[in-house]
């Protein structure tokens, strides 16, 4: 059995549920918060507790889980993939380049893994239409639109992202885009090229975004970041492909009806006949039992974790794909300084 060791224990005691259930032993648990520790030591009692990784580098473990703050993972991921512990990071692989370029570097040198907990990508919307682009449906894809949004009260983001000792205070505006981004580039196996932020609102701190992302394909992505109105019942997430066919876009509905995709296609594209089809959400089932859609991302994502830790199997996100994504929030938070002008993406897959 799998030893993990999972650092950042507010999103990460959630992961590490899923962990469990997947068959990891949950050995090592690390928080600054001797509460948080506390009360993930009394789930897993077992487990080796500290308040700071680098008193769990000596813990002997296959794996870890990196859900610490958002813009502190490198350091750690870079330690243990250098001892050949296999990484499962979250949110952002990076916040520059440089540390961009480490991290590809000791993912491609280690005898371990890292894989990105994009849980995104694994959402039943994303999947429905990953699926549908893939198998030609909508034809080579021209624009894509991607949202990751939270429809809070001002005095909650004042609470959440004005702290600025908190790493929501810490971070650029663009910086959380990796939960479009990687859609985005998961659905159209593209590379960011180029980026345009744009600022929505007044303020000199903006609370959302608009990123312009030009990909190696051609296409145009167009992503919408964090606190806006109008949040998807779909975990905060919505997506749509139009391409040189057709279209594919998760609905804007209430409830279960935000996990299904509706599909249209023109006469001229559908044999003469209109084509406008709803698909209804796709069920996950794992380890004998329904998963919630909410957390079908989380749970596939650590069930690929497991698969590549025991058995060798390629990360679902693997370094390349995650830096790429954490970069384009990187370039964009320059084009914002710069007052919204295009910067290029650097070329991670050219590295």
């Known amino acids: 059995m799998a030893r993990l060791l999972v650092v950042g224990l507010r999103r990460g005691l959630v992961l590490a549920r899923w962990c469990a259930r997947a068959g ?44 610490n703050d958002f813009d502190a993972h490198t350091e750690p991921a870079l330690a243990f993939l250098e001892r050949g512990v296999h990484v499962l ?42 699926g549908l682009v893939a ?8 624009l894509i639109e991607c949202d990751y949004v939270h429809g809070l009260a001002p005095q909650d983001i004042v609470a959440m992202a004005g702290d600025p000792t908190h790493w929501r205070g810490r971070i650029a505006p663009t910086a959380y885009c990796t ?43 167009l992503t919408r970041q964090t606190f ?8 905060w997430s919505w997506l749509s492909v139009r391409g040189t066919r057709g279209l594919a876009e998760s609905l804007r509905a209430p409830g279960d009806a935000a996990w299904s995709v509706r599909l249209r296609n023109e006469p001229w ?7 406008d089809e709803i698909y209804p959400p796709q ?12 957390e079908a991302g989380t749970a596939l994502i650590v069930e690929a974790f497991r698969r590549t830790v025991t058995e060798g199997a390629p990360p679902r996100v693997p370094v390349r794909p995650a830096v790429a994504a954490s970069l384009v929030g990187v370039a964009g938070a320059r084009s914002l300084a710069e007052g919204s002008v295009p910067v290029p993406v650097p070329r991670v897959a050219e590295w």
């Open 228 to 235: 806006l109105q109008g949040e998807p019942d779909s975990h």
């Open 24 to 67: 990891f032993d949950i050995a090592a648990l690390c928080d600054p918060d001797a509460e948080l520790l506390a009360a993930a030591s009394a789930e897993f009692p077992t487990a080796r507790t500290a308040s700071s990784w680098q008193e769990l580098l000596d813990a002997e473990v296959t794996a870890v889980v990196l859900a």
């Open 283 to 294: 069920r996950t089932t794992l380890y004998g039992r329904p998963v919630d859609p909410a």
């Open 179 to 221: 939960h479009t981004l990687s859609p985005v580039l998961d659905v159209t196996g593209a590379w960011p090229v180029e980026v345009t932020a744009h600022p929505v609102g007044p303020s000199e701190r903006p609370m959302a975004v608009v990123l312009a992302t030009q990909l190696s394909t051609g296409a145009l992505a």
């Open 89 to 130: 990071s979250e949110c952002a692989a990076c916040v520059t380049e440089e540390e961009g370029r480490s991290l590809v570097e000791a993912a491609e040198k280690s005898p371990a893994s890292y894989s990105f907990a994009e849980n995104y990508v694994e959402h039943p919307h994303v999947r429905a239409i990953g």
């Open 269 to 275: 594209a559908n044999g003469g006949s209109l084509r």
């Open 135 to 142: 198998d030609g449906e909508v034809g080579s894809v021209e």
